[in-house]
């Protein structure tokens, strides 16, 4: 079911990226079996919880997919400026790559959407950021609200 | 790989809002790895713009091409045929741009290429032909490090050690200043230019944590994990980041090749012996340690 769920992001992305996401969710899936079958503290928490070897598998797809695309598009269509640099001034970069209030017209609602999507299954934001994949069960497992200390919702969608 | 648990209905339930997801927003997503690169770098350049405006500077977009800010994205492209950013306020003014190329002070032959780099108002961008730069054809443009108040560095992935490290190497050949006394006014402070600053994507580990604090704490840089989450990684600790307090002309005192009281270079052909290390050729005795101790800074410690 998980592989069916990497199928389903994969088959969006470009070539380079597509490598880049199934290098991402297949090193992570790789490194929960071997927490699994080493019967790891952080993971026997986590399934407690409820957190079973495939729901991890689900998140760890969710994690990647975050990680190698929505991320880079939030770090520039998340982030505003009082000039309008970005927005009202056109950033061209390059001969195809715009970044304005019209791109960012149509990044914005997916961001929301998958930030969505994420918040509707019962995940917290900053799990899809943690690139370790024993952070990410530790996180899950003890149901740490924020990575971070202080999240506060700090990060919304504005 | 089938779930242990049979049937989960959680699992059904994210396939199905996942499925929507690609069924509306699969477009928006299919973009090429470059692209992606592109975007990261400019979240950034954002990023370190809105830092600027919450200080009160002003912003002020310089040479835009029919209204819109082109972005220099290569070093092979002559700046002055693209945008850049004019910064005023607390009585003198600075310029971002992106991608030049900085000259070392420590040698005239290190030339590198920070994505984002702030420099002292009216830094000379030298303009050279070089024999051994497109057979010198093309122009090769570049910025004296004496001129660079902060070249930033941007990593869209997960950070690890040798990046934190080298970025240090970056620090320490691009800035001039770099043990004048502007390096003894850098702190952790709310106002000032982002020290030197390498922006990485994905959070970090704590380990990764733990040694990125130890390298802020011996070197005037900043290390800031998390720009995936937009500007909100560096607002939220705007505070707490190495800042260099606002003055005119903070590039450095440092000697810079092109400048009249710095020897002149040793010829081409030795230099380029002395990096053909494989070649089995003859190198000049002179060359590596020699070279390099007569021209090195004293050491800034």
Known sequence: ?158 | MSSPGGDDRWVAAVEARSAEFVERFGKVCSISDKALSGIFEVGCFLTIVGDYERQGLVVEARNLVEDGFRYLTTPNGNPANFSHLKLVGEGASWEIRQQVRVCSHWHDDVNFTPDIVVVDEDAEIRTEKDQDYAAGKRRFFRVNASSVVAAHECKSMTGFPELYVSFVGMFLMGHAWYGDPVSKSVARQSRGHLAPSLFVGSEASNLHRRMMTALESQFPINLLSGLYRGAWALERKAGQVNRIPFRAKIGGTAPQCGDDHVEPERDRATAIAGLDIGSGGEQPAHLGTALFRDRRPALRC
Request: hydrophobic share 35%.
């Open chain 1, 1 to 158: 079911m998980s592989q069916r769920l990497a199928k389903l992001f994969g088959d969006l992305l470009d070539q380079e990226v597509k490598r880049n996401f199934d290098r991402c969710w297949q090193a992570m899936c790789r490194d929960l079996n071997y927490l699994f079958e080493q019967k790891d503290t952080r993971v026997v928490q986590a399934s407690a919880n409820g957190w079973t070897l495939e729901r991890l598998r689900v998140i760890a797809i969710l994690n990647s997919f975050n990680r190698v695309v929505v991320g880079p598009l939030s770090a520039a269509y998340r982030t505003e400026t009082k000039s309008g640099l970005g927005r009202e001034t056109p950033i061209q970069y390059g001969e195809r790559l715009e970044i304005s209030s019209k791109t960012a017209g149509r990044v914005r609602p997916a961001l929301d959407a998958f930030e969505r999507l994420a918040t509707e299954s019962g995940l917290k934001r900053h799990w899809l950021n943690i690139s370790r994949t024993s952070d990410l069960v530790w996180a899950i497992g003890s149901r740490d609200d924020d990575g971070e200390g202080n999240d506060g919702g700090q990060e919304s969608n504005e």
